[in-house]
């Protein structure tokens, strides 16, 4: 334990890889936080502010939001992407957009335009309740808000409402259907529409959302539809409507090569357009920035191998190269990365309400004179100690096992004699495993006994809320202890959540450079709390999660830093998560009824004389007070 280093944990939890410069470990051992990326001096203790946390009487499990992160985010693809236009004397500016489908939370929004004004930074809609809430915050005349998705009548009113208001509104046509609706439309409310085509693209991206691009994407216009429209949009005289040509390849791209050559082609296009006589102003290249959530720079479906710098520079040179070999001018760019907005911002913070280890089970396997062959033979295993080679060891045990199973369905062995084997069989691995050395460790069978010896961390949170992507779709996401991080980790263990679902647990974990099925942490230890943040949770996390079990949104703390601040931070806001009363009236229950029908039943007990009066008050208070509390485990 002593030569346990901070440099080891790094190694070991890839805190820097994947923490972009906001987050590292401590010499103290606790994790830490750099939110602002002006004030690189400024940092935040993770253990202090779960200490303030828990001073102000607010329970785990919670979102905690770093929201100066949001704002750095926000500044540094403004920032670099103005900084490249101007050394690649690019002709055109950026104009960037958030897409609020990543994360729709009103603090999330109300944050990002905040820190975007100075660069005029809007917003993307995909539907029309998202339109109904960017009609109300993006209120700045200078920036763009693009209209993805499909469309109805109320959603192109709502659109050509915002023209009115002297929004930069850009309609993206998807069907050609969408225009014909439109363009009635646009001549009764007396509007001119700011109108985009969304390219079906022909290069395919890979990973989880390849189905974003290619000929059976889902959106978008194909080379044949998008002339389609422009010879309509002529006939109507509406052709000087045509702003922006838009194009989407995927989330979360990993590999540099598919942008390059997904910018390749939509510059070429919209080259060819302009010189059909299409007056388009942006080129908007979609989302796709990705995140390193295992932090290997890699091109597997969770890194990426690429920065944000190199990113930007792709799409500056390769629009401008395609532009200036065309002759045409070069368009304002506009991109919709949200998950590079918002991902780091928000982390998950639970505490571990207790451990699940096959060999911790205490049972008397004391030797009985009537006792099966099978018990014994199990025992003298059980007391062989080092007289047999590991795996010949581990054979036997693995077939008196077996055989110990087969009996017992036969009614051949007692409960009780199974318990011992059952007792037996697992402190046999763990001894073996204990005493494996580098030339037995290779050996398959037992390199199998570290994940069957693996514990179980049962923690008070619910995958299904609150880390979707890891239960849908296999995401990776960063698993750390927020403290001890100074001390050697000797429990291998996976999460578990506390919903009574047998895929309630996180199924993949980063250990140095590799995905494994189970992770390091620390012994627990008795009356201490022992927290764990899942990180990176700020994109798609916080919006997509299900009321699994019936168990609701977390409390949501907002941290800020400032260096005048004990601990360079304060906490701005508590928003308290869903009550159990909250979460079942989502679900159409009547909860006033069902807290009367409760009260009857009590009362009719105490009428009878099963209950005190006094407790018949004490246990309708305590079930109303369950209905108003949290949906999670309370700990002490």
């Known amino acids: 334990m002593s030569d346990w280093n901070i440099d080891q944990a790094e190694e070991l939890y890839g805190v820097n890889r994947w923490g972009a410069g906001y987050f590292s470990i401590g010499e103290n051992g606790n994790i830490q936080i750099c939110p602002n990326h002006r004030l690189p001096d400024v940092t935040i203790d993770m253990k202090e502010v779960v200490d303030e946390i828990i001073s102000e009487g607010i329970q785990f499990p919670a979102v905690i939001r770093f929201h100066d992160i949001l704002r750095s985010q926000v500044e540094i693809i403004n920032e670099t992407f103005g900084k490249l236009i101007d050394e690649a004397n690019y002709q055109g500016k950026y104009c960037g957009v958030f897409p609020i489908k990543v994360n729709q939370m009103r603090e999330v929004v109300e944050e990002i335009m905040d820190a975007g004004e100075p660069y005029n930074y809007g917003l993307e809609a995909g539907s029309k309740p998202e339109l109904v809430a960017v009609m109300a915050y993006n209120d700045n005349p200078d920036a763009l808000t693009i209209l993805n998705g499909y469309k109805d009548k109320d959603y192109l009113t709502l ?121 388009l102003e942006y080129l908007d ?28 520079a792709d799409v500056v040179w390769g629009v401008k190269q395609i532009c200036d070999l065309e002759e045409v001018p070069h368009p304002n760019l506009v991109s919709e990365s949200g998950r590079a907005m918002t991902a780091h911002h928000s982390c998950v913070v639970t505490n571990i309400v207790g451990e699940m280890k096959p060999a911790g089970t205490q049972y008397d396997i004391s030797a009985s004179s009537d006792e099966h062959i099978l018990v014994k033979n199990m025992r003298e295993l059980h007391n062989s100690g080092d007289q047999f080679h590991p795996q010949e060891r581990y054979n036997d045990a693995a077939g008196y096992k077996q055989n110990a199973y087969e009996a017992f369905k036969l009614g051949i062995l007692s409960l009780n004699e199974m318990a011992k084997l059952d007792t037996m069989y697992w402190q046999i691995l763990a001894d073996i495993h204990h005493a494996l050395d580098k030339d037995t460790y290779v050996i398959q069978e037992l390199e199998e006994l570290e994940d069957m010896l693996a514990s179980q961390y049962l923690c008070n949170f619910s995958v ?153 008050v004490r246990w309708t208070n305590f079930y109303e007070q369950c209905l108003a509390g949290s949906t999670y485990l309370s700990v002490e």
């Open 159 to 279: 659109a050509l409402l915002g023209r009115q208001l002297k929004r930069k509104m850009i309609i993206v046509i998807e069907k050609f259907s969408e225009l014909e609706m439109l363009i009635p439309l646009a001549k009764q409310m007396g509007v001119e529409p700011m109108i985009g085509l969304r390219s079906k693209m022909m290069v395919k991206s890979s990973g989880k959302w390849a189905g974003s691009s290619g000929d059976r994407a889902k959106f978008g216009l194909s080379i044949a539809e998008i002339l389609n429209v422009i010879e309509r949009l002529r006939e109507e005289d509406m052709l000087h409507c045509a702003k922006l040509l838009h194009f989407h390849i995927g989330s979360q791209l990993s590999d540099i090569r598919k942008i390059k050559e997904a910018v390749n082609e939509g510059a070429r296009l919209y080259a060819k357009l302009v010189q059909e006589g299409v007056p």
């Open 464 to 616: 299904f809320q609150s880390a979707a992507d890891t239960w849908a779709i296999g995401q990776v996401l960063p698993v750390v202890p927020i403290s001890r991080l100074n001390e050697q980790p000797e429990v291998r263990c996976s999460i578990v959540d506390i919903t009574c679902d047998s895929d309630g647990k996180l199924s993949k974990y980063i250990e140095g450079t590799e995905i494994s099925d189970h992770i390091p942490m620390h012994n627990l230890r008795k009356g201490e709390n022992y927290h764990v943040g899942l990180f990176l949770t700020g994109a798609y996390q916080d919006v997509m999660g299900d009321m699994h079990n019936l168990f609701g949104r977390l409390t949501e703390v907002h941290v800020y830093c400032h260096d005048d601040e004990p601990g360079d931070f304060y906490i701005e806001e508590v928003v308290p998560g869903t009550s159990a009363e909250k979460v079942l009236q989502t679900m159409q229950y009547n909860t006033e009824y069902m807290a009367k029908t409760v009260k009857k039943q009590i009362d009719r007990q105490v009428r009878k004389g099963s209950l005190a009066p006094r407790e018949g």
């Open 285 to 312: 290249i979609g989302g796709g920035l990705g995140i390193d959530y295992d932090g290997t720079s890699t091109t597997s479906d969770s890194s990426r191998n690429y920065s944000t710098e190199e990113y930007i």
